[in-house]
């Protein structure tokens, strides 16, 4: 089984920074890519940014330039560097981990318990 572990989230001001870490835990032999995702009260879960096991990445266009992914394939963790924080960005935060195989060899993708992020004065 694997399972996603998320911490780093908190209530933070605006123009603040937070770094948020998601580790990958269990029989797992790669990953594709691993990514963050967003959910606000009463809005859909969008895509913040994702890295993949090459290291290309892709960002939301109201992150771009304030928040940065980045990974280490070794440990199986991926991170979100958030700079310049906006009250807009408040919502909890969901690590994701695309076509992860397992040492019995099966192909799943698997989710973190979110991890809440609060930008107020």
């Known amino acids: 089984q694997v399972q996603l572990v998320e911490s780093g989230g908190g209530l933070v001001q605006p123009g603040g920074s937070l770094r948020l870490s998601c580790a990958a835990s269990?029989?797992?032999?790669?990953?594709?890519?691993m990514g963050w995702y967003r959910q606000a009260p009463g809005k859909q879960r969008e895509l913040v940014a994702g890295?993949?096991?090459?290291?290309?990445?892709n960002y939301a266009d109201s992150v771009k330039g304030r928040f940065t992914i980045s990974r280490d394939n070794a440990k199986n963790t991926v991170y979100l560097q958030m700079n310049s924080l906006k009250p807009e960005d408040t919502a909890v935060y969901y690590c994701?981990?695309?076509?992860?195989?397992?040492?019995?060899?099966?192909?799943?993708?698997?989710w973190g318990q979110g991890t809440q992020v609060t930008v107020s004065s």
């Open positions: 994701n981990a695309d076509k992860v195989i397992s040492s019995l060899g099966y192909m799943d993708d698997y």
């Open positions: 269990g029989s797992i032999v790669s990953i594709y890519a």
């Open positions: 890295i993949r096991s090459g290291g290309s990445t």
